[in-house]
Nanobody
Framework: QVQLVESGGGLVQAGGSLRLSCAASGSIFRLNDMGWYRQAPGKERELVAAISRGFSTYYADSVKGRFTISRDNAKNTLFLQMSSLKPEDTAMYYC????????????WGQGTQVTVSS
């Protein structure tokens, strides 16, 4: 099983950038598909971006062109580069792993808060 720890969240003004990291330990990171979810108060958790172990990527329409997901298998780390941030990007961001992008959620991190001020 994979253990996940997110970092990099914070408070940023609209139009700014943040880079989230998710450090993985335990099972072999490179064999898992990975993703970033977010959940805003009163809203359901949504998949923001995902990357397969073959480096195929998926992005939600709301973040396409602004967010970039990447992974460094040598460092067992998942990243989410977020640019042109909007107030509606404010949420708790979680990383997750699983056997496929369609079935992430075997393991979850504790989350990192992103707040975008207008």
């Amino acid at each position: 099983q994979v253990q996940l720890v997110e970092s990099g969240g914070g408070l940023v003004q609209a139009g700014g950038s943040l880079r989230l990291s998710c450090a993985a330990s335990g099972s072999i990171f490179r064999l898992n598909d990975m993703g970033w979810y977010r959940q805003a108060p009163g809203k359901e958790r949504e998949l923001v971006a995902a990357i397969s172990r073959g480096f195929s990527t998926y992005y939600a329409d709301s973040v396409k062109g602004r967010f970039t997901i990447s992974r460094d298998n040598a460092k067992n780390t998942l990243f989410l580069q977020m640019s042109s941030l909007k107030p509606e990007d404010t949420a708790m961001y979680y990383c997750a792993s699983g056997p496929s992008i369609a079935s992430l959620g075997d393991c979850w991190g504790q989350g990192t808060q992103v707040t975008v001020s207008s």
